[in-house]
């Protein structure tokens, strides 16, 4: 009797230290890091980078906010940071996140594979996919 008083003691104290923290929606965010521009598609055609277009990098904080730098090359062969933007980001739920920097939340699917994300846009008729990489 002694031994089964015990084991469901140990049973009980098992299920009882189990909290809903465990579940997945503590956590982290997949978006959460830094990420670099690492290949462009045009039409499932991949595009040529240069060093200075790869420097691009987002910093996504886990307190939701998120720096952005874009880099580009001039004539001259010179790259140079042409847009530093510090704003907020959110999960929408779906893969759909939401950018602020400012001038208004934009939202954009995104699809995660392994250390990469990607998105893909259409404009004028031509699909563009950007994606990044964890550095």
């Known amino acids: 009797m002694k031994k089964a008083v015990l084991f469901l003691s140990f ?4 299920f009882t230290s189990c909290s809903s923290d465990d579940d997945s929606s503590s956590q982290q965010d997949p978006i ?3 990420w670099k521009y690492h290949k462009a598609f045009v039409n499932g055609v991949e595009q040529t980078l240069t060093d200075c277009e790869k420097q691009e990098t987002f910093v996504f904080k886990s307190n939701n906010t998120v720096d952005y730098k874009y880099y580009e090359e001039e004539v001259s062969g010179n790259c140079l940071l042409e847009e530093d933007a510090s704003g907020t980001w959110s999960n929408n739920g779906n893969n759909l996140y939401a950018l602020d920097f400012g001038f ?6 995104l699809t995660f594979e392994n250390d990469t994300f990607y ?7 031509d699909t563009y996919r950007e994606v990044y990489i964890r550095n």
Not at 11 to 14: A, H, K, Q, S, W
Not at 104 to 109: K, L
Not at 119 to 125: N, T
């Open 11 to 14: 049973l009980t104290l098992i």
């Open 104 to 109: 208004g939340p934009t939202t954009q699917a």
């Open 32 to 34: 959460i890091g830094t």
């Open 119 to 125: 998105f893909d846009d259409v404009y004028e008729g």
